[in-house]
């Protein structure tokens, strides 16, 4: 478990390295599976249910202000 500071440290770096992570992806497929891995490993720190739900708003936020769609599933 994690304090809150550091969540939000986590979380600032995950937005921070998104577009550069996407410019530099040579295999556009592979983002999705590394982002779940990634906001994965943040989702476990939280302390309990209601911070799990902030860190979830807080990486759909950061998807969102980075233009990224999670494609449907066929």
């Not at 994690?2 to 390295?17: F, G, H, K, Q, V």
């Not at 992570?21 to 599976?33: G, H, Q, S, T, V």
């Not at 891995?37 to 980075?66: F, G, H, K, N, P």
């Amino acid at each position: 478990m994690a304090l809150r500071i550091e969540l939000e440290s986590a979380l600032d770096a995950l937005a921070a390295m998104l577009p550069v992570w996407r410019e530099k992806l040579r295999e556009p497929d592979a983002f999705w599976p590394q982002f779940d891995a990634l906001s994965a490993q943040i989702l476990t720190r939280a302390r309990d249910d209601r911070e799990r739900a902030a860190v979830r708003a807080r990486l759909d936020a950061l998807l969102d202000a980075a233009g990224c769609v999670r494609p449907e599933r066929r």
